[in-house]
Nanobody, 120 residues
Framework: QVQLAESGGGLVQAGGSLGLSCTASGSIFRVIVQGWYRQAPGTQRELVATINAGGGIDYAGSVKGRFTISRDNALNTVYLQMNSLKSEDTAVYYC??????????????WGQGTQVTVSQ
């Protein structure tokens, strides 16, 4: 079994910055991809950014140029640096990972979510 532990988030004024981190622990054989999703009230969960095992990165168009995803492979930790935050970035942010827990078995895991609130 794999667990994802998130930290960071909170309240910030528009134009400010926040950082999130997410550490995977448990039965980790190989990480396939790690990333961040978010869900605002009344909306569907949406992709924010992902980084795969090869270092390939994808961003949602709405955060490109403002958010930066990175990872520390040795710590199985993924980070999200959020700059120039806007009120529309307000949401619960969820860490996500697809991880092989053995040679042949993989699963998709979610963190518990952390609130990011951007005030005007």
């Amino acid at each position: 079994q794999v667990q994802l532990a998130e930290s960071g988030g909170g309240l910030v004024q528009a134009g400010g910055s926040l950082g999130l981190s997410c550490t995977a622990s448990g039965s980790i054989f190989r990480v396939i991809v790690q990333g961040w999703y978010r869900q605002a009230p009344g909306t569907q969960r949406e992709l924010v950014a992902t980084i795969n095992a090869g270092g390939g990165i994808d961003y949602a168009g709405s955060v490109k140029g403002r958010f930066t995803i990175s990872r520390d492979n040795a710590l199985n930790t993924v980070y999200l640096q959020m700059n120039s935050l806007k009120s529309e970035d307000t949401a619960v942010y969820y860490c996500n990972a697809r991880i092989y827990d053995s040679l042949t078995s993989w699963g998709e895991y979610w963190g518990q979510g952390t609130q990011v609130t951007v005030s005007q």
